[in-house]
């Protein structure tokens, strides 16, 4: 059984079985150290860009925004990506090691200007009305101000034309951490980040999986798994048996 809040391995996991084809091509245009991927067995095969040369294990060193140039129209299944979610992050933050990128620290009271340029590179390497992307992003305060990153993103992908299928919720690390030159409080300390299904078209359903149901055999009396929830037997005797008790009945 999988416990909430889930891990991003856990997250993607499920969203890959949900929504992606079988044998994708998977395409991380952030992967840094490959994190969020856990211990999956599917990290192997994923194609792994990231803009910081010094990391291991990258197929590619190129910035996101560049990915057109490398990739031909509508080759990937599936887009990952994870940008940094909180902007103006200054060199002796805590958060600065771990998240930013030097080559190209993102200004401003948001991220929300990234979107339009993902979603372009998306538009180009996603394939037509089967592929996805996968974006994890959260909200952040900034400026005295709630930043709506998550709406913004959905809003503006809904814009251009793309389905908002689906989304998962993941614990978020950096909103759990308090900043010592903090004085005062004054919004919720945002501690979730989500991860949000894009589809390049007007389905909102992807291969999906065939549910399994725990019954009891009403002629046996034994647990049985079952893909309708109805199900009353678990085998062909047990419904001939079931079938006569009713008749005599």
């Known amino acids: ?20 084809p079988a044998r994708p091509r998977i395409l991380d245009s952030t ?7 856990g211990h999956l067995p599917i990290r192997a095969s994923v194609i792994k860009v990231d803009i910081n040369g010094e990391l291991p294990g990258l197929d590619l060193v190129a910035d996101w925004r560049e990915l057109p140039q490398h990739y031909a129209q509508g080759s990937i299944d599936c887009l990952v990506w994870d940008p940094i979610h909180v902007a103006d992050v200054g060199r002796t933050s805590q958060f600065y090691g ?31 009305r089967t592929g996805v992307c996968l974006v994890k992003l959260c909200d952040q305060v900034h400026s005295a101000r709630q930043q709506w990153q998550v709406l913004n993103f ?32 004054y919004h919720v300390r945002n501690q979730w980040a989500f991860w949000i299904v894009l589809r390049n078209g ?23 798994w079952a893909r309708r929830s109805d ?10 048996a079931l079938r006569r008790a009713l008749q005599r009945k």
């Not at 992908?157 to 950096?174: H, L």
């Not at 389905?203 to 009396?221: D, F, N, S, W, Y």
């Not at 199900?231 to 001939?240: L, S, V």
């Open 154 to 185: 959905v809003c503006e992908a809904q814009r251009r034309g793309w389905t908002a299928c689906d989304y998962t919720i993941v614990q978020n690390a950096t909103g759990a951490r308090k900043d010592p030159k903090h004085k005062a409080k």
């Open 1 to 20: 059984m999988t416990h909430w809040p889930l891990t991003d391995a856990q997250a993607l996991a499920e969203l890959l079985e949900l929504h992606v």
């Open 231 to 240: 199900a009353r037997t678990h085998d062909g005797a047990c419904r001939q």
């Open 98 to 128: 771990r998240y930013v990128a030097p080559q190209n620290p993102v200004k401003g009271d948001n991220v929300t200007h990234l979107y339009p340029c993902f979603l372009e590179v998306a538009e180009w390497l996603v394939r037509p």
């Open 202 to 224: 007007s389905a909102c359903r992807g291969p999906g999986r065939r549910l399994k149901h725990e019954l009891v055999c009403q002629a046996c009396g034994n647990p049985f």
């Open 31 to 37: 992967y840094g150290r490959g994190r969020v991927w």
